[in-house]
């Protein structure tokens, strides 16, 4: 007999419950059994056994979106991540108009990803943008950004660390909260600034740095829109493919999305769905497993 | 107690509310006339006056927007006050991924359009419903058409689509460019079209590059196909079933592009490409920055309606020196209209199809598009005259040398390697001698 509470209670979550299997549970189970079907939206889906995963082992495109994206993890997740600590850092000195800083470098992370890659192209044009004009002056000359294979990659960094306004906030805030006694400690043992930031600060904000740093991951191994826009948006002629100047900016999910959605091979992308989450999981994992050396939880 | 129940009463109420949000939400798909979710503001506006209630509703999706969304709209009014039982509702959705999408759900258009390059994928994919037992039915009179357009519509002996243009590059010249380094006319062969190109080219002081004489913009990617079929060349043979990619019309517009890039530097180039935007008064055309430029008729549309100051002149594509009877050779296109799979009104979509397809509102439309029409019929409709440089471009459109790709099943998968490797030649990653032995290889797979 189940008991009144119980129902009142799943009565009052229903909305959640619903929403949850229909939007969340069923898609995710249904892109489970696509990814073992041929299945083109149009025609009924037929089993192919484990053909898709095979595919996505051996397909020479794939393999090329997963170094791009590995790229992007690798470098971008980092560096954003500094970037944030430092504006944090920063931000954190008592400063007249220390607020409006705040806020100004925050504006660029609540600014939608299409129109900050759309800014971006024109900071990036290599005749008269921002930054080659500003290259020009100490005579150097700046690189074609976004046709030039070498540097599309470095160019969508660069638009990551612009907008690391999120981060920078969440820092600020753990910032915020490290005990003043520690640092005053450290003082009278004669501790200079580089030693404090060292031995006290990023010891006690490492829960934050862990949690920024598997988010960042998350964040770069499912990158897509910048790149997206400006594959499609330049010159080169690589609109079709959206994979940027010699499949360069192709990453895992513009193919993912361009065999979904493009070519409309639903088993394709389906595996590579699955794929894409076994590869984040065993990555956080793992950084989870070592995070004990590096992160310190203080307990009161 | 009485608080506690009615409380229930009300939890029990938003659940089942929510409950019925989401079902309808999720159920919708049930066939009624709607034809999705689609409705254009302008349409109903116009119609508003009307007893809308006995028409049944046409969704035509577009992927045009700005003044070429305006004039379909004009048509569109034309076809609803024209006749009674219908009311065409038109929306400009520039996003083709979205367009097929919304087909695969059953919640797209009636009608939309395409490139005609599609059509193979379209009609394997299910997504283009095939028009013969309409235009059997009716008794269509196909005959109108520009058979090569036609055939660009057709996938494994079914019309899938019908064209609605001829597309093809004709060459555009800077005349004030090609007279400050001494030519008094444009180049009609491959020679003469490189010696302006290197002539005209002018280069700062830094190497990097203030005019372009190549038609290397907006890439060499938009170039490539016109160049090589203006040299004559042919990628597959008619019934696509053998590969004719390696001759020497391919080998010309390859080496000419290697060698323009290696006299003056791929950044450089690809510095021009990326500093200004195709068809935006940016354009290195329009700002008089580029001497060569190989495009279609909407360029001068273009520079119509915005206004531009440049003074150009229009040819014919050169062809491949010592080879005159190849002259007027290119490469065309057409850009195609299909009822969707899962249209709930095909009556309706075919209607208004073969209104706009008739004469005079296919050539009121593709005058102000600035494009030649697909049909004979339209072509010689006195309205073309309002097309900008007709006069110039109409006549080009009658060479027996133009020739399109035929479709074959795997074209998406062809243009693919093609880009691919190409790409590395342009960037002299690799020669053309390499590029060509790869491609053999790699195109020959994707023929039937």
Sequence with gaps: MIKKATITGLLFSSPFLIGFALFTLYPIGASLVYSFTDFNMFKSPTWVGFDNYRWVFQEDEVWKSIRNTLYMVAFATPISLIVGLLLAQMLNIKVRGQSIYRTLFYIPSIVPAIATSLV???????????????????????????????????????????????????????????????????????????????????????????????????????????AFMVASMSNSGSVQTMAGPEKSLLFYAILLYREAFVDFRMGHASAM???????????????????????????? | MRAKNSKKAASMLVTVMLLSTVLAACGGNNGNKEGGASSSPAASANESSKPVGEKSKVSVWYLWGGAEGEALEQIIKDFNASQDKYLVEGLSVPDEQKIKVAIAGGKGPDLTDSFDFVVPQYAQQG???????????????????????????????????????????VMY??????????????????????????????????????????????SEAYLFNALAYGFGSTYVNEDASALTFNNEGTLAAMNMIRDYNTKFGVDNIRQIQASGKWLDPTDPFLIGKQAIRFDGPWLSATIKSKQIDVDY???????????????????????????????????????????????????????????????????????????????????????????????????????????????????????PEETMSKLEGVLSATLK
């Design chain 2, 313 to 431: 002149g229009i040819a014919a594509l050169p062809y491949l020196e010592g080879k005159p009877e190849t002259a007027g050779s290119g490469i065309t296109g057409s850009s195609i209209f299909y009822i969707a799979k899962t249209s709930k009104n095909v009556d309706g979509a075919w209607e208004f199809m073969k209104y706009l397809y008739s004469a005079e509102p296919l050539a009121k439309f593709l005058s102000l598009m600035g494009n030649v029409p697909a049909t004979k019929s339209a072509m010689s409709s006195p309205a073309m005259k309002d097309m900008v440089d007709s006069d110039q471009v109409i006549p080009l459109t009658m060479s027996p040398n133009l020739k399109s790709i035929p479709h074959f099943a795997k074209r998406s998968d062809f243009d693919k390697a093609l880009a691919e490797q190409l790409e590395l030649m342009y960037n002299l990653k690799k020669t």
């Design chain 2, 173 to 218: 010249y800077n005349k004030k460019l090609l007279a400050d380094a001494g030519f008094t006319e444009p180049p009609k062969t491959s020679a003469e079209l490189y010696d302006v190109m290197v002539k005209t080219t002018k280069v700062n002081s830094n190497g990097t590059i203030d005019v372009l004489g190549s038609p290397s913009y907006p």
């Design chain 1, 120 to 226: 971006w192209m024109w900071v990036l044009n290599p005749k008269s943008g921002l930054i080659n004009t500003a290259l020009d002056y100490i005579g150097i000359r700046g690189p074609n950004w976004l046709l030039d294979p070498v540097w599309t990659k470095p160019a969508l960094i660069m638009m990551g660390a612009w907008g690391a306004g999120g981060t920078m906030i969440i820092f600020l805030a753990a910032l915020q909260d490290v005990p003043r006694s520690l640092y005053e400690s450290a003082e009278i043992d004669g501790a200079g600034k580089v030693r404090k930031f060292m031995n006290i600060t990023l010891p006690t904000i490492s829960p934050i740095i862990l949690f920024q740093l598997i988010i960042g991951l998350i964040t770069y191994f499912q990158y897509f829109a910048q």
């Design chain 2, 127 to 169: 997504i283009a419903l095939p028009l013969d037992d309409l235009i059997a039915r009716d008794g269509y009179d196909v005959s109108d058409f520009v058979p090569a357009a036609l055939a660009s519509g057709n996938f494994d002996g079914k019309q899938y689509a019908l064209p609605l243009n001829v597309n093809f590059s």
């Design chain 1, 273 to 300: 769905a699955w794929v894409l989450f076994v590869i984040t999981s065993v990555v956080t994992y793992v950084i989870f497993r070592t995070s004990n050396r590096w992160v310190t939880y203080g307990g009161d």
